[in-house]
């Protein structure tokens, strides 16, 4: 079941980073069916974990911001790092949804009225669309629990796995309606 994308999003370092350290290939199903997916310069140029190629294999893409942006997020002071006001100036430029696990970054995105997705999330909306099973985003899950568990507590991971079983069961439901069962 595909869609073409219809939003747009950007995401963190740390997110990207949880991906790109568990299954990368769950962030280029999001942007090839859900929404595209992009990332900040100043970002890409600190996961070291990625590459160009890599990024363009996965389709993620890597935003150059104009000057007036980079010189802005130069500016800025606060509890934020660079990169971080790279993506949130990025976000709130296009109207992009910033996908992040990050508290100063969502609470300075809800300041500037940008929308926030927690790090898992774009896997809730694979399962929603059909495109990845829920074994397959609790494994993907789990793998990014155990490389950062300061950001993916027991009691995420808990909520994560009822709300995508809740998916899958909604959409058993939808399935038997459409069907007539």
Same mark, same amino acid.
């Given at each position: 079941?595909?869609?073409? +994308?219809?939003?747009?999003?950007? *995401? ?13 290939? =769950?962030?280029?199903?999001?942007? %090839? ?15 070291? %974990? ?11 893409? !890597? ?6 942006? !980079? =010189? ?41 009225? *940008? ?6 999330? +774009? =896997?809730?909306?694979? *399962? ?14 789990? =793998? !990014?629990?155990?490389?950062? +568990?300061?950001? !993916? ?29």
């Amino acid at each position: 079941m595909s869609q073409k +994308p219809s939003a747009s999003y950007v *995401v963190d370092a740390n997110v990207l980073i949880d991906y790109c350290d568990s299954d990368l290939r =769950m962030l280029s199903l999001f942007s %090839q069916h859900i929404g595209t997916t992009y990332i900040a310069r100043s970002t890409f140029e600190k996961v070291n %974990q990625l590459t160009v190629a890599a990024a363009r294999r996965h389709n993620l893409r !890597i935003e150059t911001p104009d000057p007036e942006i !980079i =010189m802005a997020a130069s500016a800025r002071r606060g509890s934020l790092a660079y990169d971080d006001h790279e993506t949130l100036m990025l976000a709130k430029r296009h109207g992009w949804i910033c996908i992040t696990n990050d508290k100063p970054l969502r609470r300075e995105c809800e300041t500037e009225g *940008v929308v926030c997705l927690w790090g898992l999330e +774009p =896997m809730k909306a694979l *399962v929603e669309h059909g495109i990845v099973s829920v074994s397959k985003v609790l494994t993907v899950a789990k =793998m !990014i629990q155990s490389v950062n +568990p300061g950001f !993916i507590s027991d009691t995420i991971m808990d909520r994560f796995e009822e709300q995508v079983r809740e998916i899958q069961e909604g959409l058993k439901r939808s399935d038997g309606d459409h069907y007539g069962a």
